[in-house]
């Protein structure tokens, strides 16, 4: 990916989608299947393209106005997905939940077990 200036990922069925973060981390352009989990991590992000599942015409279009201008990379998909994916991001995530379930608000520093 490091010598790319973009991906194709066109899945048929369910697609987790961790190669599309990977690729808009690096300020890819994203061309893909509009299936799974690719829709959550690509939708709305600058550079990256969907495309309802074989759409090979709309495709093969947009991928054609890309090359003729030049394989533009977008600049703001990196700082996107550092902005939902960072580790810091999922772990704080992963605290208010716990907090959540736990029945504490999200000020609280401890947790006090209750057994």
Known sequence: MDAAAGLIHVPTEEAFGLV???ALARNLKFFGSATGG???IA???DGAELFAPQDWTGLETDIAHWLAAGCPRPVAAANTMRGLYHPRVIAQRHLEIY???LGT???QQSIKPSF
Request: glycine share 6%; net charge negative.
């Open 20 to 22: 599309v973060a990977e």
């Open 38 to 40: 690719v829709v959550d």
């Open 43 to 45: 939708t709305g992000v």
């Open 99 to 101: 907090r959540e379930v």
């Open 105 to 107: 608000s999200s000020q």
